[in-house]
């Protein structure tokens, strides 16, 4: 239906991005990360993006195969009484993994600091005096509580989750062919008239697959090119989609 879409946007850089987002979401210690669990997770990301026809970089399916790695070194049977001085040696197979989780979690936030702060200073510069009766936009200004793209691709995910339950089994498969940029168009048409927002689950007015990719392929598209934020105050809260203040 669509070309692969390569997802490349802040807040979405790699795997160890989408595994700190799971440890966030379901407030996971990451220094006893339950592997098994992280891993379904993971992989239900990974099959998500990939029904959404995401062009799913390597590095992410590199990742899944060290989870599923370290998942099966963790169900090994224990050492027995006997062998329990050699245990005390035993490396944990998580260890360099959360090694590199908190490393990046480090680096990361160093970066949004860095960021924060450069946004700070630009706004301690003034500009000359403006006709206030120019016709610019002046929607709310949407920074803080934005969503990260995981969270858009757990909605999503949940969307087409309850679109297998509900919908019926189908004699005939009506294929709708939509260009991503006529969706970008009614998509930022549709948020330019709500000054509060636009709920996201409303931006997909028909719930058949290939409407719902074409509309999250869209969405993506606009979040790139800077014309929409979406936002979500807590995690598992409803998702927000503002237009950017231009």
């Known amino acids: 239906m669509t070309d692969r879409y390569h997802v490349k946007l802040e807040g979405f850089e790699g795997p160890l991005d989408l595994l700190l987002h799971l440890i966030n979401r379901y407030e996971i210690d990451i220094y006893d990360i339950p592997v098994s669990t992280i891993t379904e997770q993971y992989m239900n990301y990974i099959h998500t993006m990939q029904e959404l026809e995401l062009n799913v970089a390597s590095e992410y399916l590199v990742m899944a195969a060290t989870l599923l790695a370290i998942k099966s070194q963790m ?5 027995s009484l006997n062998e329990e001085f050699e245990a005390e040696d035993t490396e944990d197979p998580r260890e360099e993994l959360i090694s590199r989780l908190i490393e990046y979690k480090k ?8 960021k924060t702060k450069e946004v700070e200073e630009n706004r301690i510069y003034t500009r000359p005096q403006m006709n206030v009766e120019q016709n610019e936009y002046d929607g709310p200004v949407v920074k803080e509580g934005e ?25 005939k498969i009506k294929r709708d062919e939509v260009s991503i940029q006529l969706r970008m168009d009614d998509i930022l048409s549709k948020i330019r008239v709500s000054r509060e ?11 058949t697959r290939s409407h719902i990719v074409v509309s999250f392929i869209a969405i993506l598209e606009l979040m790139k090119n800077n014309e929409i934020i979406c936002t979500q105050s807590e995690h598992f809260e409803e998702l927000i989609v503002f237009r950017s203040k231009v």
Do not use: C, I, W
């Not at 680096?107 to 860095?114: G, I, T, V």
């Not at 990260?148 to 949940?158: P, T």
């Open 197 to 207: 927002g636009t709920r996201f689950y409303d931006l997909f007015e028909e719930k």
């Open 75 to 79: 169900l090994l049977p224990s050492p």
């Open 107 to 114: 680096y990361k936030k160093a970066a949004e600091q860095l």
């Open 147 to 171: 969503a990260s793209v995981f969270e858009m691709v757990s909605a999503v995910q949940q969307m087409l989750k309850n679109n297998k339950h509900k919908a019926p089994g189908e004699t």
